[in-house]
């Protein structure tokens, strides 16, 4: 079982920043993947960055791509999603997510466990 606390979501303009953050209790192992989601009003969840706790190699979303960095601290079962020259289609709820194990780490249906979700909110 594993527990997803995220923070740092909110509002900024077009070209702005936000942090986000997802702290993980529970049982982690190498295989385990922290993956960021995000769902718009009237969209299908998807896949936006993803990193797992064996080989922190990150992956992306194309359209994220050079803007948004995922990061893991393993000391703290947290993982980071840093998110630069936002847009306005960038606006979602954001969902940390854990896989115990995936083939597919961008995909939804990979993930077990899953935070509450935070709001993230660009204008143009």
């Known amino acids: 079982q594993v527990q997803l606390v995220e923070s740092g979501g909110g509002s900024v303009q077009a070209g702005g920043s936000l942090r986000l953050s997802c702290a993980a209790s529970g049982y982690t192992s190498r295989s385990t993947y922290m993956g960021w989601f995000r769902q718009a009003p009237g969209k299908e969840r998807e896949g936006v960055a993803a990193?797992?706790?064996?080989?922190?190699?990150?992956l992306y979303r194309d359209s994220v791509k050079g803007r948004f960095t995922i990061s893991l601290d393993k000391a703290k079962n947290t993982v980071y999603l840093q998110m630069d020259s936002l847009k306005a289609e960038d606006t979602a709820m954001y969902y940390c997510?854990?896989?115990?194990?995936?083939?597919?780490?961008?995909?939804?249906?990979?993930?077990?466990?899953w935070g509450q979700g935070t709001q993230v909110t660009v204008s143009s």
């Open positions: 997510a854990a896989a115990p194990r995936t083939f597919r780490p961008l995909d939804r249906f990979g993930y077990d466990y």
């Open positions: 990193i797992s706790f064996g080989i922190p190699v990150p």
